[in-house]
């Protein structure tokens, strides 16, 4: 079955503090993509990042990082240096391989408040 | 702009009543799909369509419907709505990379509330 946990509810930190956001994932595909998307106040969904199952190298932009780690099936999520812009709730999301690719399954989501 | 057109953005309707929500896309993407975002639950996907004409379901398409008759358009349909039907919905499509789709661009939502 596939499943992504994001155990973080909500989070709270006051602005210019470093914070990670948690994403678990269960799959039994060789190959499968991960995904983290941004849901600012105003609803829309905007995308961050697309990794693919082979891929473990770390990413950042900006301020913003990735830790990708198969052997715990995690895909976390830091944001360093937080600001208040970046208050918003994030999905990490999983979509697998054939025949399971036009699958996407998405965690319950981290709200993040940052305070000023 | 490339963008996923949703309308309405609100909509507010009775047990039964037949309603469509549309979605359009201008990127001439293949895959294009609906979701559900509940309190608790994140997004969970309705249906999805491969191209025109395939269409197939995703975790909770109970009480949904979709079609698939032009490559832009991927209208939700919801024959006899019920409240638990109440939630956020978004449209999204996604371009592909041979069998595998690229990220998901989504709508703005359509909030709809059943009573």
């Known amino acids: 079955a596939q499943k992504v946990t994001q155990a973080q509810t909500e989070i709270s930190v006051v602005e210019k503090e470093d914070v990670t956001l948690d994403c678990v994932y269960e799959?039994?595909?060789?190959?499968?993509?991960l995904f983290w998307y941004k849901q600012p106040p105003s609803g829309e969904l905007v995308f961050l990042i697309r990794?693919?199952?082979?891929?473990?190298q770390n990413e950042i932009s900006g301020r913003y990082s990735w830790n990708f780690q198969k052997s715990t099936s995690s895909f976390n999520f830091t944001i360093t240096a937080s600001q208040v812009v970046d208050s918003a709730v994030y999905f990490c999301a999983l979509s697998g391989s054939p025949p399971g690719f036009n699958k996407f399954y998405f965690g319950s989501g981290t709200k993040l408040n940052v305070k000023p | 702009e490339a963008q996923v057109t949703q309308n309405p953005r609100y909509l507010i309707t009775v047990t039964g009543k037949k309603l469509t929500v549309t979605c359009s896309q201008n990127?001439?993407?293949?895959?294009m799909s609906w979701y559900r975002q509940d309190p608790g639950l994140g997004l969970r996907q309705i249906y999805y369509s491969m191209n025109v004409e395939v269409t197939d379901k995703g975790d909770v398409p109970e009480g949904y419907k979709v079609s698939r008759k032009e490559k832009r358009n991927f209208p939700l349909i919801l024959e006899s709505p019920s409240p638990n039907q109440t939630s956020l919905y978004f449209c999204a499509s996604s371009a592909r990379q041979g069998m595998v789709n690229e990220k998901l661009f989504f709508g703005s939502g359509t909030q709809l509330s059943v009573l």
């Open positions: 990127m001439n993407h293949e895959y």
């Open positions: 990794r693919n199952s082979f891929d473990e």
């Open positions: 799959t039994r595909d060789t190959t499968y993509y």
